[in-house]
């Protein structure tokens, strides 16, 4: 019989990528997939550790899983990823529950250590080094639904943030081959997928650590190669990254769509320097004027940190007043959290924690108010929809402006099917970030001549 496996993915959507690489492999050794976990007898947990709420949420899940070991079939509980590489002693010691632990690195070795003559028994495997792709031409599991996947383009990062652990878990930037993430692609629309989210810890860095004229923008081109009807959109996209160049690909392709997601984190110069991330304070605000110069129906997204250690009530209100005037479409807020092993976790001038969260809450809602003045320009115009689920008399989907998983919903009445792009209306809006609409028309095959033809006024 065929061994029953559970997946648990936490924290990003790379670490999703990584849990559907390794359940592909799985599954081409034998491995049965279970929706339940307490219905496995094997359970893997890829855990994420970039704040402390991560970690926390990674401990409480090992700790809810290591209940199936005798309330369930679970014969051997498996805990990787991100919180592993950081602090797998530490773990090893503290939970015996759990029987393998094992690094960011060796994924592929989970077939091997899983079927082996003797289970694990609290072992930590943890090579030298960090972050992993799926070897090229192998298989994932997709996990997301059958229309739309995420591509994973890069591993590791070089930017080295002041408050950011990623480089010591998942290494130095390593950008796939162009000609492997063009033939994923390719697989993957020819299943059907219809949207294609570009990842990496940074994506606008792609090819920077190549030698054979690789970049973002020529991967861009690539990918809009294509036929049919499909979306590309670019997550995560650092900002000193993004250029003309880049701006002037997304404006010239069919399948791309004018959505950047650049977190900024940011704009107060000095904050910004002490982040490590330098010179961006001067260029944030012309960076944006850009983008909408080029793209004027450009969707930014972007994330924000506030209670950063030193920061005043000065630099805050220069925050949300940045915020203000640039009236990005969408932003995230995350208080500011001291990880044990960053550079800025010995800053003087630590913010205490309920001042952070009280700044958090203020820029929020500023940002509410932007967003919702913003939904309401939208009444009226004629957008390109594609369908996320419908029961047979209402449903939701998403236009380009909303990238899934993070951004607002577009509500509808009426039958639809699941995956296709449809004309729609925007009647009303549902605060504070969701969408009323009526579906117009369905769009028949390569009559969408790009992500925004039908978005008017």
């Known amino acids: 019989m065929q061994p029953t496996l559970g997946l648990i993915s936490l924290g990003c959507a790379k670490n999703r990528v990584d849990t559907e690489g390794f359940a592909g492999l799985l599954q081409e050794v034998g491995f049965s997939l279970v929706a339940d976990p307490a219905q496995a007898e094997y359970i893997i947990i890829n855990t994420c550790c970039f704040i402390r709420s991560a970690q926390e949420e990674s401990v409480d899940t090992i700790l809810a899983a290591a209940r199936y070991k005798t309330e369930g ?28 632990w094992l690094g960011t690195a060796d994924y592929h070795r989970l077939p091997e250590l899983l079927l082996a003559k003797e289970p694990p028994k609290g072992q930590l495997v943890q090579s030298q080094g960090k972050g992993w792709f799926l070897p090229e031409g192998r298989t994932r599991l997709i996990s997301t639904p059958a229309h739309w996947a995420y591509l994973k383009i890069g591993e590791g990062c070089d930017n080295c943030c002041t408050y950011c652990v990623i480089p010591s878990v998942r290494g130095r930037r390593r950008s796939r081959s162009m000609q492997g993430i063009v033939a994923e ?74 959505y950047i997601d650049l977190p900024m984190q940011h704009a107060h110069p000095r904050i910004l320097d002490a982040m490590g991330r330098k010179g961006m304070g001067e260029r944030l605000p012309e960076l944006v004027r850009e983008i909408r110069e080029v793209l004027p129906q450009a969707v930014i997204r972007s994330t924000f940190i506030t209670g950063f250690p030193g920061e005043t009530e000065e630099e805050f209100q220069a925050l ?66 594609l369908v996320e689920e419908n029961d047979g008399s209402a449903g939701w989907g998403r236009s380009y402006r909303e990238a899934p998983e993070v951004d607002g919903k577009i509500y509808f009445i009426g039958p639809a099917k699941v995956g ?38």
């Not at 079939?73 to 393998?100: I, M, N, S, T, W």
């Not at 861009?220 to 701006?247: C, K, N």
């Open 73 to 100: 079939r679970c014969k051997v509980l498996a805990v990787v990823g991100c919180l592993v590489q950081r602090f797998g002693e530490k773990l090893q010691k503290l939970l015996p529950e759990v029987d393998l």
């Open 185 to 258: 692609a390719e697989q993957l629309l020819q299943r059907g997928v219809k949207e294609l989210n570009l990842i990496a810890q940074d994506t606008s860095a792609y090819g920077l650590d190549r030698s054979d004229g690789a970049s973002l923008a020529r991967l861009l081109r690539e990918l809009d190669g294509f036929a049919g009807e499909y979306w590309l959109r670019i997550l995560y996209a650092y900002p000193s990254h993004v250029d003309r160049q880049l701006l002037e690909t997304i404006a010239a392709s069919k399948h791309v769509t004018p």
């Open 320 to 385: 949300l007043d940045f915020v203000q005037d640039a009236q990005l479409d969408w932003v995230g807020v995350f208080p500011y959290s001291r990880e044990e092993g960053t550079p800025a976790a010995s800053f003087k001038g630590q913010v205490h924690p309920a001042t952070r969260k009280r700044r958090a809450r203020q820029l929020m809602e500023v940002q509410a108010g932007i967003t919702a003045a913003k939904q309401q320009e939208l009444v009226g115009a004629v957008v390109t929809v």
């Open 420 to 457: 296709e792009f449809y004309k729609a209306r925007i009647v009303g809006i549902l605060p504070p970030y969701d969408l009323k609409a009526e579906l117009i028309s369905a769009i028949s095959e390569r009559s969408l001549q790009s992500p925004v033809e039908w978005f008017t006024r």
